[in-house]
């Protein structure tokens, strides 16, 4: 299917390399509803063309996806929900996995914002 795609995404290291650079692979399917709903669906896959490497921690990201909706009032903008569940991996103590997400979520709705502009057009 057109709107069905394998992703490969690799994360950079944090915390001066305390934190080790991830790798997910995804099966991602993105489908379009009337009224300008826009979903996508995933979750981690095995995938012989993206074999696990020394250089990364395969992480795993548990059914996920985003919801986008137009606000009826401005169809130039929406709402997003957000639904992740991921595994990371390794072994990452807690405080620091929760003082790395936030900054993670915002850099994450910011690709979301550029990657629906794209879609759109």
Known sequence: ???????????????KGIISPREFVDLIH?????AGVITTNSISL????CPVTSSHVRGFNNP???VCTPLPENPAHCTLGVYIQPELGGLLPRSLVESAIP???VSLITDVR????TLLQ
């Open 1 to 15: 299917m057109e709107d069905t795609v394998i992703c490969h995404c690799i994360t950079h290291s944090f915390g």
């Open 30 to 34: 993105v489908r379009r509803y009337d």
């Open 46 to 49: 095995e995938y012989d063309k």
């Open 114 to 117: 550029e990657g629906l502009k």
């Open 64 to 66: 996920c996806g985003y």
């Open 103 to 105: 900054n993670n979520i």
